[in-house]
């Protein structure tokens, strides 16, 4: 019971630091992972002006034009495009482009979900019913033609920097924001159900103080999940966009899917350096970000969660520690409790 | 007489996030065949798991070490086949919540027949006889019938029945029943107690029966294990350990448990006009398209002074919570007249009733979900005082919320802790600290005590009691359980099918019970003392025939 307070339980309360060290064998072995290439993907992106040797659309140095199609090796580690930029550059800027879609996406659709959700599920009747018939109806496009359709009228399907990345990002939005909806509004029919939601109503708490006192924090718990596995989702769609030719003209960005699209043609021919990184690229984001999805997952999960074995010596119980806003497994804690109160 | 069970030195450890808990310390108990072992403690006392270890339930993050004796042959340690061989034949199992132990898409029928194909070649048509056989055997009546009907068109008391039949079906030799009458009134409770001795008496099946409740212990149990935090501290037979409980816990637990008093002296309640009055009450919830709404509370009429204390008392779907509900304004009125504090409620506005709410407070069954986890107590027991515009925030309603976390005797530290670090007493405790915040004429009180431990229960009624005569509020004591009503209550009022069927003092409702149904729910109550529920027993059977 002691150790709630000091610096040790602060760290351990913050959501990633708090799963990691409750995580053992494999499930770590995922969680680790998927920060580590997480991580990196960030860095590179944060970095790119750094760690590029040339910007993304770089055609020429000072030794002349890079010439099209050459082999990696030389002054292009990873050879150049059809187009005769840098792969290497372009692959590196592309993380820049990927994380800005992501935050974009994510934060505009995250906010305007949860908001509808939480209103929706609370007052419910037909406020509720018009909500859920909408997101339904979003959901039963392909959410890549939606995406399509929302990059041409915003955009007219080729744009700058900021207006292909807003594009993108707007486009992902329209997706998005009826998974948020989902989520929070079933969470928040489930929660307004519970006994703590019924006494702050007899207590005499309005209606918005109940929705953001008592519902909206403890309805917020998946939140970090779907916030992952959308994030490789937005990277998925915004390949996808970049590679059906409705993502950012390489003069603007670079956009792995843009350069897996004019690399087609040079599959055939044998030519595999501007195909095989811009493609790794995109696999390394998807399952970085995914793997730290899942994990999150399977820890918040107490039925998944798997737990090292207990030691031979079993430890006295008094010596149990507990998480604020941890885990359902307190259950064993309490009923130890229950004996000594 | 043989021996069907034997454990010896068994522990069992469970890993968890908070480090290792050992939950199972050293247990050593037998049970033989024809004998009801009782294994009694309160919650986290490793009753359960213990039972559980035997046909090993236990989940993966437990490690097990002794020795556990099915029928001669030593179960831990078996894997796979042996055990599901073991799971059926030599033991089975009675869950506590029947209507969650049975499957709903399929008939009962069905699921009795499963588990005879699990363990023997049947055709259909055999295994359909032998369903209906069992389904006889444990009394369900028309069992030609029942035995296509789905889980959902059962009592709950008859699926309790199906659940044994399903355990029987496989004549095992032991079966373990947990909780096995927890989640049934008490009138059903008599009347499966009343099968499970059947069963012993007739198939000589040994019987390890789990409970956290004495009278049923008193009624069923040959012999009596008593669990303390993984320990046995004691262990008797029924007639020795309640005549003469040897070990301090024992005598503590049975202390504990609360009796029915008609010689308790009340002082009389001084005329005034009620705080509530109910007169003709009708709620009625609506039902699905082209079904008719269900009347939960139908015409029922009764009042509470200021500073009196009415229990209502009744089975589960008797309207007594509903009743609950409407006066706090959580439920609507759709006939009759309900004045709460002189406001009309049958069609009142929100906007009119908040002001009353100041004067109403209200304790919930569930400590364990009427907190917000994400609050700490303090900041939970401020929010009436910040709604109501006492104070501004948690902060400034501090000493008020420190007072009162005194008046129910918690330490001040407590206010800083999160729910789920209090045990059950304390939070139920925190809750009554919060709903007395605003100093209520009225409290509602809806089965506050019954998710407790018998022991805990004891201490916060004491609490309760003292509550009442210290602040003087009007109170509406709801709960299932006749003793504890009788406990706390002036006054009482029974409820049965939604309508209220007799009301008076305790003396005059448990002395001289006038209606059948109190009748019938009094003699129900077992009491823990064996000699005297075996006369109550018969009494109650008398009362049976006699309807």
Redo the contacts between chains.
Sequence with gaps: ?AS?TGPRGLINRLPIVHQLR?SVGLQRGMLIAGLVITGLFVLTAILAPLLAPYGYSTLRDEDGVFGAQQPPGGKHLLGTTVGGYDVLSRVIWGTQTALIVIIVAVVLSIFLGVFLGLVSGYIGGWVDRVLVVIADGVYAFPSLLLAIVAAIAISGGQSSFWGGIMAAAISITVVFIPQYFRVIRAETVRIKS???V?????????AP?IMT??VL??ATRTLPLIFTLNSSEAVLTLAGLGFLGFGIEPTAAAEWGYDLNKSLSDVTSGIWWTSLFPGLAIVLAVLGITLVGESLNDLADPRLRT??????A????A?????????L??A?????????? | MSRVVDIQNL?V???????????VDNVSLFANAGEVVAIVG????GKSVTAKTIIGLLPE???TRGAILLNGRDVIGLTGEQLRATRGHDAAMVFQEPSTALNPVYTVGWQLAEGLRAHGKYTKRQARAKAIEYLTKVGIPDPEKRVDYYPHQMSGGQKQRVVIAMALALDPELIIADEPTTALDVTVQAEILDLLRHVRDEFGTAIILITHNMGVVADLADRVVVM??GKVVEQATAQKLFSAPEHPYTQRLLAAVPRIDVSRVRPPIKPAPPVVEAKDLVIEFAGRLGQKSFRAVDGVSFSISPGEVLGLVGESGSGKTTIGRAI???TKVTGGSLEVLGHQMLGIKERAF??V??E?G?V???PA???????TVAQAVA??LI??GRAGDAAAARPRVDELLEAVQLPRAFGD??P???????RQRA?LA?SLALEPTLLIADEPTSAL?VS?QARVLELFAELQKEFGFAALFISHDLAVVDMLSDRIAVLYHGRLVEEGTGAQVLGAPQHPYTQRLLASLPVPDPKEQAVRREELRALREAD
């Design positions: 019971m709630l409750q519970e006994a703590y019924e006494s702050a109503m007899v207590i005499g708490s309005s103080r006192q008592h924090r403890n737990r090292r074995r207990a030691d031979v079993p430890a006295p119980t010596a149990a520690s507990v998480v604020p806003g941890g885990s497994t307190d064993v804690d309490l009923d130890s409790l229950e004996a000594r109160s | 522990e450890t469970f890993a968890t996030d908070g480090g290792d808990v050992s939950a309160e919650s986290g006392s993050t437990a490690v303390f935090e706090g304004g959580l908040k002001p709410r100041s109403i209200f919930f069954q569930d979900s009427s907190f917000n986890p994400l609050l929010e009436p709604v109501h802790r999160f789920h670090e209090l045990s059950g007493g304390q809750s919060r431990d805990v």
